[in-house]
């Protein structure tokens, strides 16, 4: 177990480019605009040899009164209850303010070890003047600290490990999925993590682009060990108008990047959008395992046949991902969601299954007597043998007399060959053409 460290402050004072220097990427959403990092971002780090989890969390506002900003609150709080140490970060040029006062007697009241930071001290040589007045929030000595250049950054982390519990180093985990949980603004992405994990661990609005970072949330229960990771809503190029929608979905790519299965949610009351054929491409361009999640199905009306109407419209719709399984849930009311867990460890399994070179050759030489291999202008195409190169997706390199003659057509014949014997159900499957001349 590691111990865990929370960067609290109000908006716009520094955090998430705290954050990010010392985790050394680009994680958090660092932005002029205040209250951009809504959600808890966590990242493993490591100072002096010991390893712990910071946590970085939503601008702070007592006082806070509209609906995003009362949930930021929430978040920042429950990061302070897990917190083994709180980083209260303050800004200089803003001097003490009101909230800072509220924020460090909460802090207080909290009995938990507080490091004080004093941040955008940028210049060298004295501390100016405004730094002294931070001793009156009665949080001990002051820090000062540049986020942008670093400097103070090692007098911060030295006093966070000195103040962070001995915790027993925990063991590697194995069998851990990692499932992200994608889909356009407002398809239920943060409901059903919230659902999955038993508490609210990311913030759930109905208004739509609420989740900008993606937050990572670890479930243990009788069907295994899981990381799912809410991905901010990813939008149409055409309306990310500002930097922070762009770095949120280059964070959705890179959280498909991260993952072993995709959960791609869409909203059954609107059924496959052009939208979210081209989130589902994300998944599918990068193999990864996928099943696509119809969110809110508690909403519509049904009958006998809406299933199966609802499930070839889905595959008219996302022809090229018919290998993926449609699962029908209600992340606000948990109609079907523990299914899931069954359904995921399927696709993963599917994902990393290895076939023999031998059987695998048994099926293309089946294949290919049921299926002559084309012709083109009096020359066969000569397919010579099959093998497995990897997993995630399943690869094979098929070697042949001309990569040309093996046309699309053939390719995807192989393919269903391939599915129809060893399921695959869930995990697109790569396949390789090599030419290998005749001898």
Not at 223 to 252: C, M, P, Q, W
Not at 269 to 295: F, L, P
């Amino acid at each position: 177990m590691k111990g865990t460290v929370a960067i609290i402050g109000r908006p716009n004072v520094g955090k998430s480019t705290f954050f990010n220097k010392i985790t050394g990427e680009r994680i958090s959403i660092v932005d002029d605009t205040p209250g951009v990092t809504r959600d808890r971002i966590y990242a493993d780090t490591e100072w002096n040899g010991k390893s712990f989890v910071i946590t970085d969390t939503g601008g702070l506002e007592p006082t806070a009164n509209t609906e995003i900003l009362r949930q930021m609150r929430n978040q920042a709080e429950l990061a302070m209850v897990s917190a083994d140490v709180i980083l209260f970060m303050t800004d200089v040029r803003a001097g003490v303010t009101a909230d800072d006062r509220e924020i460090a007697t909460m802090l207080m009241k909290s009995r938990k070890p507080v490091v004080l930071a004093v941040n955008k001290i940028d210049s060298v040589g004295a501390l100016p003047g405004e730094y002294y007045e931070f001793y009156e929030l009665g949080l001990g000595e002051p820090i000062p600290l540049s986020s942008i250049h670093g400097t103070g950054s090692g007098d911060i982390l030295d006093r966070i490990v000195e103040l962070l519990p001995d915790y027993e180093p925990e063991p590697e985990e194995e069998g851990v999925i990692r499932v992200a949980v994608i889909g356009k603004p407002n398809a239920g992405k943060s409901s059903m993590v919230n659902r999955v994990a038993g508490e609210e661990r990311v913030i759930v609005s109905n208004i739509p682009g609420t989740t900008r970072d993606a937050t990572d949330t670890r479930v243990e229960n009788e069907h295994g060990k899981y990381v799912f990771i809410d991905t901010a809503g990813i939008r149409r190029n055409a309306k990310i108008e500002d930097n922070i929608e762009k770095y949120s979905v280059l964070r959705a790519r890179a959280a498909v990047e991260r993952a072993d299965v995709c959960l791609i949610m869409c909203d059954a009351a609107e059924g496959v959008t052009a939208q979210d054929e081209r989130i589902a491409g994300i998944s599918h361009n990068a193999g990864k395992a996928a099943i696509i999640v119809m969110n809110k199905w508690d909403t519509l009306e049904k009958d006998n046949s809406t299933v199966n109407t609802f499930k070839k419209d889905v595959y008219d719709a996302l022809s090229y991902m018919t290998y993926a399984p449609i699962a029908f849930v209600s992340a606000k009311t948990g109609q079907r969601v523990d299914k899931l867990y069954e359904m995921i460890n399927s696709v993963y399994d599917k994902s990393i299954q290895r076939i023999s070179t031998g059987v695998l050759n048994d099926v293309l030489n089946d294949a290919m007597n049921r299926v002559q291999p084309p012709t083109d202008k009096g020359r066969r195409l000569k397919i010579y043998y099959m093998t497995q190169t990897g997993i995630k997706p399943p690869t094979f390199v098929i070697f042949c007399n001309s990569a040309e003659l093996f046309h699309f057509s053939y390719q995807r014949y192989i393919e269903n060959c391939l599915r129809d014997v060893f399921g695959f159900e869930g995990t697109p499957i790569k396949l390789i053409i090599r030419q290998k001349e005749d001898n």
